[in-house]
């Protein structure tokens, strides 16, 4: 097969390598999918580059990236229903904690990992659904239903804080979003209430003026850069769903504002969601895609060798929707 690898960290066009290696063969238990998509995110981009601390080489001698993909099922291991076979597919956590991702014309990976398309929905936006889609989904929903409640949503212009958007309009809240001066119109097309300049100095009397009541629910992706304007603009209770906080990884955290109105902050890491809640979060995806009120955007679609650039891309402020390869 065909696939994308790298053997040691570095920037995307000097490590990455497209190489011809064995299809592999189900094991007990999985399945084997023949791709159309491979997703890339930033943490795929990272990994590659060695940015995370204290990790000196990849964990395996050679690393094929990406964990987000779609396809269509072509063999079964052992203990697998053959009715399988020909079924389209998304994948998540594809190269969690394992070896071969899914930047390759195939990948075998537990049974469990290849979730069933919804009708209509295509193998494009399948592979944007494992990190972004489950990560909107989760932290939008993660404490249950929205109905009535007011969410403050940052970043409404990225890849998860766009469909954050989407689901929160329709799960039944009102949605305050933040974004750059160039999104605003597209972050409003997505169902967003209000849309306010993430940049602006007056950024929290204007919240607190649309609700002075406070924020019901917040979803952050840059959760050290807000932290204050959160304690100040949360209602007592609240809750701060946080996945991303990639300009302050080692934030101080206003405590006092915290403690007097008791905030809750959930810490979302998709990869490790336990099992009843990833599933929940699959049904809510399910249902915001069969019922039309999920529209997840692409911005990019990169051939397989061209995965160098697929990388830079993600990594580049501005972008509009999710990046993906086709294998």
């Keep these: 097969m065909r696939a994308m690898t790298y053997n040691h960290f570095g920037p995307a066009a000097d490590v990455l390598e497209l190489c011809e290696i ?3 063969t189900p094991g007990p238990g999985d399945v084997r999918v023949a791709q159309e998509y491979s997703g890339v995110n930033p943490s795929d981009a990272k990994a590659r580059a060695g940015s995370r601390p204290g990790v000196t080489k990849p964990p395996f001698a050679q690393v094929i990236p990406h964990s987000d993909g779609a396809g269509v099922i072509d063999a079964v291991g052992e203990g697998v229903d053959p009715a399988r076979i020909g079924q389209r597919v998304w994948i998540w956590n594809g190269q969690w904690q394992r070896a071969f991702g899914t930047a390759a014309t195939h990948i075998c990976l537990p049974d469990a990992q290849a979730v069933d398309l919804p009708e209509g929905v295509s193998t494009k936006i399948g592979a944007t659904l494992g990190i972004p889609g489950l990560t909107a989904t989760q932290t ?7 109905t009535g409640q007011t969410l403050l949503i940052s970043g409404g212009a990225g890849a998860v804080g766009h ?3 989407q689901l929160a309009k329709w799960g039944g809240a009102t949605v305050i979003a933040t974004c750059s001066a160039g999104a605003m119109e597209r972050v409003r097309a997505a169902g967003a209430d209000h849309v306010l300049n993430y940049s602006d100095p007056d950024l929290t009397a204007q919240i607190l003026s649309l609700n002075p009541d406070g924020i019901d629910r917040a979803i952050e992706v840059e ?7 959160l304690g100040e603009v949360m209602r007592p209770n609240g809750v701060i769903a946080a996945y991303g906080s990639g300009k302050d990884m080692a934030p101080n955290l206003p405590f006092g504002p915290y403690l007097f109105k008791a905030l809750t902050l959930q810490i979302t ?11 929940a979060a699959i049904t809510r995806l399910h249902a915001a895609l069969n019922a039309g009120a999920l529209r997840p955007e692409i911005d990019t679609i990169f051939d397989l060798a061209d995965c160098a650039k697929a990388h830079d891309a993600v ?3 501005g972008r509009s929707g999710a990046v993906l390869l086709r294998v």
């Design 22 to 24: 064995d299809t592999p």
């Design 140 to 146: 939008v929903f993660g404490g249950g239903d929205v």
């Design 163 to 165: 469909s954050a958007v």
């Design 223 to 229: 959760f050290g850069v807000n932290a204050a304007l």
């Design 269 to 279: 890491l998709i990869y490790i969601l336990p099992a009843p809640q990833r599933t």
């Design 315 to 317: 990594m580049t402020p």
